[in-house]
T-cell receptor, first 115, second 114 residues
Framework: DAMVIQNPRYQVTQFGKPVTLSCSQT?????MYWYQQKSSQAPKLLFH???????NEADTPDNFQSRRPNTSFCFLDIRSPGLGDAAMYLC??????????????FGPGTRLTVT | QQQVKQSPQSLIVQKGGISIINCAYE??????FPWYQQFPGKGPALLIA?????SEKKEGRFTISFNKSAKQFSLHIMDSQPGDSATYFC?????????????FGKGTKLSVIP
C-alpha cells in the first residue's frame, strides 16, 4: 500500500542534543510537509518542500531545519532541542501544481520527548 | 485573518446520536474546507471536504454544512458509533499555485458512549 512512513515512532533525546526525524513516502508526491503537534493542539506547519524548493513558515524557529535528498525522503533536524520542542512531529505529502489544493496524506507521527 | 475557530473542545454523544462540530473563519479567501479525523497515536486522515460553491456535502454518515455568508461550516455525524471516537479537526486553505498551507482549528475530542 502506498503510504507515508515515519521513523522512529518514538524518540527520546536530551536537552540540547541534536536529533533527526525521518519521513519516507511511496506515493510519489512532489510536496512534503512537516508539522508540529503539541498535546491537545492543532498541527502547526513548520515548512514544506515543493520538489526541492524549500518553504519555511515565518514563525518556524531557526532551531528546526529540513533536508529532502530525493522525492521519497525528507528529514527534520532539530539542532538543539529544548523542553518546549517535545511534541508529535507529523510528516505529510500531497500532489502539487495547478490551482487546486490537494489532499494531504499524513504519516503516523514521531513522538519526541526531551529530557 | 488566518484563524479557524472550532467548537466544542470536547463532545460526548450516545451511540446512535448525532454529533455536531462547528467551525468559523474570517479570511474570505479561504475556499477549501477539509475535515480531518485523528485517532490516538495516529496522524490525521482526511474525512470529507467541501468547497464554498455548495452548501452541503454528504458521504455516508458524515455531512458538511457550509454557510458562506456566515463564514461557518459544520460537521454532522449521523448515527454516531463508538468507533467514531476520535479528535476531529476542521481546516481551511486558499487555492492557488504555491499555496499549500492548511490552517487547522484546535480540534474537538469526540467520545461516543455505548
Amino acid at each position: 500500500d502506498a503510504m507515508v512512513i515515519q521513523n522512529p515512532r518514538y524518540q527520546v533525546t536530551q536537552f540540547g542534543k541534536p536529533v533527526t526525524l525521518s519521513c519516507s513516502q511511496t506515493l510519489n508526491h512532489n510536496v512534503m510537509y512537516w508539522y508540529q503537534q503539541k498535546s491537545s493542539q492543532a498541527p502547526k506547519l513548520l515548512f514544506h518542500y515543493y520538489d526541492k524548493d524549500f518553504n519555511n513558515e515565518a514563525d518556524t524557529p531557526d532551531n528546526f531545519q529540513s533536508r529532502r535528498p530525493n522525492t521519497s525522503f525528507c528529514f527534520l533536524d532539530i539542532r538543539s532541542p529544548g523542553l518546549g520542542d517535545a511534541a508529535m512531529y507529523l510528516c505529510a505529502t500531497s500532489r502539487g501544481g495547478g490551482t487546486l489544493p490537494y489532499e494531504q496524506y499524513f504519516g503516523p507521527g514521531t513522538r519526541l520527548t526531551v529530557t | 485573518q488566518q484563524q479557524v475557530k472550532q467548537s466544542p473542545q470536547s463532545l460526548i454523544v450516545q451511540k446512535g446520536g448525532i454529533s455536531i462540530i462547528n467551525c468559523a473563519y474570517e479570511n474570505t479567501a479561504f475556499d477549501y474546507f477539509p475535515w480531518y479525523q485523528q485517532f490516538p497515536g495516529k496522524g490525521p486522515a482526511l474525512l470529507i471536504a467541501i468547497r464554498p460553491d455548495v452548501s452541503e456535502k454528504k458521504e455516508g454518515r458524515f455531512t458538511i454544512s457550509f454557510n458562506k455568508s456566515a463564514k461557518q461550516f459544520s460537521l454532522h455525524i449521523m448515527d454516531s458509533q463508538p468507533g467514531d471516537s476520535a479528535t476531529y479537526f476542521c481546516a481551511a486553505s486558499v487555492s492557488g499555485a504555491g499555496s499549500y498551507q492548511l490552517t487547522f482549528g484546535k480540534g474537538t475530542k469526540l467520545s461516543v458512549i455505548p
